[in-house]
């Protein structure tokens, strides 16, 4: 079963509507059934602005392997969810966003970066740099 599919077993057992989690997720209802469907591809966008309109653990659907999240996907999240680019997140730490884009992949950080982020996001380093090698 795609996850598209599993979104909306999980919302009809909820007893929400498309429309309903499409407006609470900020998406049109079009897309939200077309992305349930499967005629839309359930990028990690969406996957972010869906879960954080049903207000479950963005791991909640354990299916999710789309997208270049790199080493960190928590990281990639995090990022999605407050809306910043690369661009934006290489600055702060003041790097290139050739070198960002890197780092996610190969994991190599340096302390004063991880620092940064987990200032940025309010969030712990265990959380933010964690792999699946990790769990």
Known sequence: MKIGEKVGEYIKAQGTSIAEL????????????????????????????????????????????KGDFGM????????????????????FIGITPTEYRMKKKTG?????DCRRLCLLFGASFDY???????K
């Open 22 to 65: 499409a407006k609470t997720a900020g998406l049109e209802t079009e897309l939200v059934s077309d992305i349930i469907s499967g005629k839309t591809e359930f990028e990690l966008e969406y996957y972010v602005l869906i879960c954080n309109a049903l207000d479950i653990d963005y791991g909640f659907f354990p299916e999710w392997e």
């Open 72 to 91: 960190f996907k928590n990281l990639y999240y995090e990022q999605t969810k407050h809306g910043f680019t690369d661009r934006m997140i290489s600055g």
């Open 128 to 134: 933010l740099f964690e792999t699946d090698n990790d």
């Open 108 to 112: 190599d950080f340096l302390v004063s």
